[in-house]
């Protein structure tokens, strides 16, 4: 037999390539942006100076900075809010029994598989104020009397995209969200029926316990994801109309690759790794509650 | 099912390492030098016109290879400082008339000044050559000669009883309200303002006819009074009106192309691509032989004519490792036959071209209108932080637009954060 | 089970309806304006059944010519084939041992990992900067290769964190009864761990694809041309503005969805094991 310490040394060796890659891919780049956004560092080049936080003063001094925070923020929690919505009450109608079940089961992949840019492409057109699909459904319905310009008008962008990132996550929430259902015992379900009890307080006493924490991880593991949002709103407006759909990634590729300002993107980056961190925080705490983490 | 599994994987990985593999193949077996050149995605010198272009290239240059790439307008310049870095980067790029003081300070350029011939000097257009210089140096060769037309729908003005077309912005706006009231279009102008360069374009024409500039003597903003202001006023009102499709602030130039060639509306301001697309080719256009097309209008008292510089010029980059060829492939790409011969979607830059009977033939409105139009050609401010300023005056454009804010709040807040704020 | 009254029914199979109208209404757009001619698509009132069907956008981008759209288009996908390959086969690399390891070994390895699957939620705005200027400084922009090893930073943690789960449902007696006959680890994982976690690795190999398949914002910033431009960044450039082949753009969609979509529909039932171990993909 071998012993202990042979154990824990092959372990941490057979760990090694993939804690070395982490370090080499993302923890140099995090520690070399930490550097940088302390300096006026451009990126094509040229001398560097230090600045101290000159910087995160800059950024923190700006109203621009706020509007776009705020920006990701609505996103954040329109975007996840019906995500967990929509895909709940789909969860709950696939847990009926009904013919057909199962082609609507598996068209649930088809948003969730589609790429992103391809999702953010085809709303784009779908949205198109002359020719798109949206207007010309809308009015021939009888639902809006004019074309309208839905990605061209601050009060509709956001929301636009909004529905657009929706349609292509809430079938991930769902089928989450139908696993959990189905790993509700018959037994018990059963006997909450035989007790009377209604739908209502039967879904909170019965199915809510099974329910809450898959859902949990999800619409935590969804709002990190949309916080960092970048490739559906590069597609679709790249931050316009008059800015309104501008979020923090966004702002951090214009000044760092756009204005080559390195230093001063870097130091944005930081703070939304910062606010990410306090997500991040958010879901370990949900896991070590239910027990995974030890 | 596991088995399944694993064949397919296997199938992703075979699949995979032999189309690599092949890729590799493929690069070894090619000519003895391989030219990368950046293009735009647009109309006028469409990609595939771009590729024909080369194609004859490659033909008269035997063992240059040219390996085209397109990208939006949008990318264009993120893509050229980003493959700057890249050390393995484009030989050729193109670049907008408003980049080269970056270009030059940042040297993504090389400086051809000495390059350029005698009889190239000579032969160029005067104007033309502002496109690709900076202090007194050359950083390319002009190769898109363009500004913003005032495009009519013919059929539209004789319903209106409209006999000429505008010869003054506000004019403009006159006829437009007839057309509005008459019904015959329910916006009667179209422009392309989404929050990109294309609004910068659109305003930079007003600003021109309005008598404004952009910065003063001291480099210092100066868009946010008099004639700056006057423009972007111009912009609000007829929105507010609404003879300009509200649909604008959303419209990059080939969604004003596409409003206008549909007959959705009766005046656009675009692109010298759009005179025969719309005019002459039935698939891209339902109003074809109904196209005018005159100089963008003036102001009274102010100016007769407005233009907005937009030509674009092809130039060689500090990290191409065969710079002579790549040369050549611009001197080729914009001599005068080739021009000449693509002279349908983009004006040469070669002043006898315009006499030239097989140039104007079939345009000779387009072309009587580019001779005025490229003589008063505006220009957009030479800075190298010029990618900031846009951005600022974009976003201002949009605000009062959208009536955040008065034309003249909104230009002061642009002209307050072009120092340096977020 | 309980009897169903009929208006339950009713309006369970009217929600059904409504549910699957919603999935598939923007695909079957997308899918009719690319065999749309540009006419068709152009024209107000809108026509939602083509005049006549034509599939010229399909030939035009699965052509092979010399300088032509298509060949542009097809080395795209040869570019996102080749990354995601590469990116998968090198996170499967490194996650199986050290996925094995944290199962078989409770203490800080454990740690370890948690550590890593938390770096997976880092923006990679936060990254971006430093990579592109080592990458610029070794000469390696604009390389398939180079975008692969990125790459492995987003798919090797999360790699890792789904084989642990599945390695955790392997019973260590068996391991242990053969290492006390003497097998090295070599031996027990080609005998025992590997074939019986078979169908995990495959599914675990083919999300990683799918998210390297997905991946834009690297790519977008890394890449400039045909050499090693993925699909997705040749989607956003055709899509950019400046030319308005509504159809062809659609094209290019649907082709670009179909491998995915497909691998999607095979893995149904693992995806939603796997969803439920860990939550996958955002």
């Known amino acids: 037999m071998m012993n202990g310490n042979w154990m824990s040394l092959r372990s941490w060796l057979l760990l090694a390539p993939l804690l070395a890659l982490m370090t080499f891919i993302i923890g140099w780049p995090l520690a070399k942006t930490v550097a940088v956004s302390f300096t006026d560092a451009k990126l094509l080049g040229g001398d560097v100076h230090w600045l101290g936080l000159a910087n995160y003063q800059k950024v923190l001094a700006a109203p621009a900075f706020y509007e776009v925070v705020w920006t990701t923020i609505r996103f954040v929690l329109i975007s996840v809010g019906a995500e967990f919505l929509l895909g709940l009450l789909a969860a709950l109608l696939l847990d009926q029994k009904f013919h057909g079940r199962g082609i609507v089961r598996a068209l649930m992949i088809l948003p969730w598989a589609l790429p992103t840019v391809v999702n953010a492409t085809m709303w784009r057109l779908i949205y198109n104020p002359d020719f798109g699909a949206f207007n010309a459904l809308f009015t021939q319905l009888g639902l809006i009397d004019a074309y309208r310009s839905w990605l061209g008008e601050p009060g509709s962008a956001l929301y636009a995209i909004c529905l657009a990132d929706v349609w292509k996550n809430f079938p991930l929430v769902a089928l989450i969200a139908l696993a959990a259902l189905q790993s509700v015992p018959r037994e018990l379900r059963a006997a909450a029926v035989i007790d009377g009890a209604g739908p209502w307080s039967r879904f909170r006493a019965v199915i809510l316990p099974y329910l809450i924490g898959p859902l949990t991880v999800a619409v935590v593991l969804r709002i990190i994801e949309a916080f960092k949002v970048f490739d559906i709103i590069w597609v679709m407006t790249r931050g316009g109309p008059a800015n309104s759909t501008k979020t923090i990634s966004i702002l951090v590729y214009q000044q760092a690759f756009s204005f080559q300002q390195a230093g001063l993107g870097g130091s944005i980056a930081l703070i939304m790794v910062l606010i990410s961190a306090l997500l991040i925080t958010g879901y370990v705490t949900i896991l070590r509650k239910q027990g995974e983490l030890k | 099912m596991s088995g399944k599994f694993q064949s397919l994987i296997m199938q992703a990985i075979i699949g995979g390492g032999l189309l690599a593999g092949g890729q590799m193949i493929g690069h070894g077996a090619l000519a003895d030098t391989t030219i990368n050149a950046l293009f735009m995605s647009q109309a006028a010198y469409s990609e595939s016109d771009v590729r024909a272009m080369t194609a004859d290239f490659e033909k008269a240059n035997p063992g240059i290879k040219v390996n085209a790439e397109f990208v939006p307008y949008e990318g264009l310049h993120d893509k050229t400082t980003l493959a700057q870095g890249a050390g393995s980067g484009y030989d050729v790029v193109l670049f907008d008339v408003i980049w080269p003081a970056e270009f030059a300070e940042n040297k993504v350029l090389v400086d051809v000044t000495d390059k350029i011939t005698p009889e190239m000097k000579k032969g160029v257009l005067p104007g033309a050559w502002t496109t690709v210089e900076y202090k007194g140096h050359r950083y390319g060769m002009p190769w898109i000669l363009d500004t913003k037309y005032l495009f009519y729908n013919t059929e539209i003005l004789k319903k209106a009883g409209i006999a000429h077309p505008p010869k003054t912005w506000a004019e403009l706006e006159k006829q437009a309200e007839i057309i509005k009231n008459k019904k015959l279009v329910e916006f009667p102008i179209v422009w392309s303002w989404a929050q990109a360069e294309a609004a910068i374009c659109d305003y930079t024409t007003l600003v021109a006819a309005y008598g404004g500039k952009f910065l003063d003597e001291s480099g210092k903003p100066a868009f946010q009074t008099d004639g700056g202001v006057d423009a972007l006023k111009y912009m609000v009102e007829t929105t507010d009106k609404g003879l300009t499709n509200p649909h604008s602030k959303e419209y990059l130039e080939e969604d004003v192309r596409r409003v206008f060639s549909s007959g959705d509306a009766a005046f656009a301001l675009n692109w010298t691509y759009m005179y025969n697309m719309a005019n002459g080719d039935p698939k891209e256009s339902k109003i074809v032989g109904k196209v005018g097309v005159v100089p963008a209008p003036g102001v009274a008292g102010k100016s007769e004519a407005s233009a907005v510089n937009g030509s674009m010029g092809l130039g060689v980059t500090t990290t191409s490792k065969h710079p002579d060829d790549a040369w050549k492939y611009v001197v080729f790409m914009t001599s005068q036959d080739v021009q000449n011969k693509y002279a349908k979607l983009s004006l040469p830059i070669w002043a006898s071209s315009y006499s030239d009977p097989a140039v104007t033939k079939g345009q000779e409105s387009l072309v009587a209108a580019a001779k005025k139009s490229l003589g008063i050609m505006f220009p957009r401010p030479t800075t190298p932080t010029y990618q900031q300023l846009s951005t600022q005056l974009q976003q201002a454009l949009h605000t009062a637009l959208l009536k955040s804010a008065s034309p003249a709040d909104a230009l002061q807040t642009a002209a307050d954060a072009a120092g340096g704020g977020l | ?282």
């Open chain 3, 1 to 282: 089970m309980e009897r169903r009254n009929p208006w339950v029914s009713f309006f369970v199979y009217a929600c059904a309806l409504l549910l699957a109208l919603f999935l598939l209404a923007p695909i079957l757009w997308m899918l009719i304006m690319s065999v749309s001619s540009t006419n068709d698509l152009t024209t107000i009132p809108l026509r939602w059944i083509p005049e006549q069907i034509d599939f010229h956008r399909y030939i035009e981008l699965l052509t092979v010519a010399e300088n032509s759209a298509g060949k542009a288009f097809l080395a795209s996908m040869r570019n996102s084939l080749a990354v995601a390959t590469m990116a998968t086969l090198g996170a499967l690399l490194v996650a199986i041992p050290g996925a094995w390891s944290v199962s078989r070994s409770p203490g800080r390895q454990r740690l370890a990992l948690y550590a890593v699957v938390a770096t997976y939620m880092l923006p990679p705005v936060a990254l971006v900067v430093p990579i592109y200027f080592a990458l610029s400084a070794l000469g390696a922009l604009n390389s398939v290769f180079s975008l692969a090893v990125v790459y492995l930073s987003i798919l090797a943690p999360f790699t890792t964190w789904l084989l642990k789960s599945s390695f955790d449902n392997i019973p260590q007696e068996i391991e242990l009864a053969a290492m006390i006959d003497g097998a090295r680890l070599d031996q027990i994982w080609r005998r025992i761990t590997l074939p019986l976690t078979g169908p995990a690795l495959a599914t675990g190999g083919l999300f990683a694809f799918l998210l390297a398949w997905d991946e834009f914002f690297y790519a977008l910033l890394f890449t400039a041309d045909q050499r090693a431009k993925t699909l997705t960044v040749a989607i956003a450039d055709l899509a950019g503005g400046r030319v308005s082949d509504y159809g062809l753009i659609a094209t290019a969609g649907v082709l670009a969805a179909l491998p995915p979509v497909l691998i999607g529909f095979f893995l149904q039932k693992s995806l939603i094991a796997g969803l439920t171990t860990g939550g996958v993909k955002g």
